[in-house]
Nanobody, 123 residues
Framework: QVQLVESGGGLVQAGGSLRLSCAAS????????AAWFRQAPGKEREFVAA????????YYADSVKGRFTISRDNAKNTVYLQMNSLKPEDTAVYYC????????????????WGQGTQVTVSS
C-alpha cells in the first residue's frame, strides 16, 4: 500500500507560480511511477504530467507543456509539480497518483490516489 498526500495548492494570480508536492508513505516509492491529474468544476478529471520510476522519463499534456515541470526526489518519497505562467483555466483540484507500471495517460492503471489539493488562478 502507498499513501499519497498532496500539498502546495492555493490562490494565485494569472501569470504566477505554484509548486505542488505529493508525499508518499508505505512501500518504497521508487517502485512506482507517478503522475498529476486535475479536475475542474463540471469537467472530467484529466491528465497533466507523469514521471517514471527514476525520473528519467516525463510526459506532459499539451495544455501544460512548457509551463509545468514534474520531478521527483525518491530519497524524500516526494513528487513535485512546478507550475509557472498559470492561467485561469488551470484552476482545478490537482491529484497525485502512482502505479507500478509506466502508462501515463490511463487513469485506470493508477493504483493509488491522493485526496487532491485545490489550485485557483484568478484573472
Amino acid at each position: 500500500q502507498v499513501q499519497l498526500v498532496e500539498s502546495g495548492g492555493g490562490l494565485v494570480q494569472a501569470g504566477g507560480s505554484l509548486r505542488l508536492s505529493c508525499a508518499a508513505s508505505g512501500r518504497t516509492f521508487s517502485l512506482y511511477s507517478a503522475a498529476w491529474f486535475r479536475q475542474a468544476p463540471g469537467k472530467e478529471r484529466e491528465f497533466v504530467a507523469a514521471i517514471s520510476w527514476s525520473g528519467s522519463s516525463t510526459y506532459y499534456a499539451d495544455s501544460v507543456k512548457g509551463r509545468f515541470t514534474i520531478s521527483r526526489d525518491n530519497a524524500k518519497n516526494t513528487v513535485y509539480l512546478q507550475m509557472n505562467s498559470l492561467k485561469p483555466e488551470d484552476t482545478a483540484v490537482y491529484y497525485c497518483a502512482a502505479q507500478t507500471r509506466y502508462k501515463p495517460l490511463t487513469q485506470l492503471d493508477y493504483e493509488y490516489w491522493g485526496q487532491g489539493t485545490q489550485v485557483t488562478v484568478s484573472s
